[in-house]
């Protein structure tokens, strides 16, 4: 891996920039509601028009607490989350949840990943690199082995960026977890995920020491997702439909 800025010289973007404080015990997550997106790939020579509907559903302990428990114990999600405990561990984890809002997001119905968004304010993480009060995170990953690299996750990324920077209709009156600039926090060694990030317009800003691991810190400004957004439809989808609400 390339050398990171260490995190108590942090870049000129971040100078001046005071942590916001973190209060997790004391944060009510919002009431969250199903959203989707629609994706859509243009006819091109013998290839026919594609659509692709990413759908979030707030993770629910009794309809999803199984799946995500088979998830946390798959063999490419346990080194990165560590949760792979049993079935009833899973679901007190799912239901003591405070700051953390849990999805589970299908493609055309079918489910395949688990992400948990959150307002970097009320995350301990805030206490680890200069985080501004618009500063929101996720985590995140793909269940079934099937869709790794499939290029669903990757329309699972463009979905949640689109979602938490604002641009879905679904959070026009604002919300939480809505703000301008999405942060993430993988693990150092987890080359996959970087390489997925930078993918979506992430970019590293330094490493810093967590209780449980060395991460990586990436950010993604509204800016940069607009920008690589136009890059990659070439390559994913040639048009976004998010009920209508984005026109990159
Ligand atoms: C991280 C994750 C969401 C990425 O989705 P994915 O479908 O596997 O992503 P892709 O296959 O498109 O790979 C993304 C990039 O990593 C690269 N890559 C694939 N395998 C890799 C590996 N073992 N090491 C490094 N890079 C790798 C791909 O070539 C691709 O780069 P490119 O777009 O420049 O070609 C998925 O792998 C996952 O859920 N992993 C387990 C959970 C996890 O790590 N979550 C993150 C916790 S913070």
């Not at 859509?40 to 659509?51: F, I, S, V, Y």
């Not at 995500?68 to 346990?78: E, Q």
């Not at 984890?93 to 809002?101: P, S």
């Not at 299908?106 to 307002?119: I, L």
Request: some cysteine.
């Amino acid at each position: 891996m390339t050398a990171q800025p260490n995190p108590r010289s942090w870049p000129a973007e971040h100078a001046g920039v005071t942590a916001v404080g973190s209060r997790p015990e004391t944060v009510d997550r919002p009431t969250p509601r199903a959203w989707s997106a629609i994706f859509r790939r243009e006819a091109t020579g013998d290839a026919p028009l594609t659509t692709t509907r990413i759908e979030a559903e707030p993770a629910d302990v009794d309809r999803h607490g199984e799946l995500i428990h088979d998830w946390m114990n798959r063999a490419h999600v346990v080194p990165w989350w560590e949760l792979d405990k049993p079935l009833d561990e899973i679901r007190a984890y799912l239901a003591g949840l405070t700051h953390l809002q849990p999805w589970v997001v299908s493609a055309d119905g079918t489910p395949f990943g688990y992400v948990e968004t959150y307002r970097v304010a009320d995350d301990p993480l805030a206490g680890h690199y200069p985080a501004r009060p618009t500063d929101v995170g996720w985590h995140l990953l793909v269940g079934p082995e099937r869709f790794l690299g499939s290029g669903m996750p990757r329309l699972l990324g463009w979905a949640f960026l689109a979602y938490q920077l604002g641009f879905l209709t679904t959070t026009a009156g604002g919300h939480p977890h809505h703000g301008d600039r999405v942060v993430c926090e993988p693990d150092a060694r987890n080359s996959r995920m970087h390489a997925f990030c930078r993918r979506l317009g992430f970019h590293a800003i330094g490493e810093v020491d967590l209780p449980d691991k060395r991460a990586l810190l990436m950010v993604c400004h509204r800016l940069d997702f607009m920008a690589r957004w136009t890059d990659d439809r070439h390559t994913i989808s040639d048009q976004i439909r998010v009920q209508g609400a984005i026109t990159p």
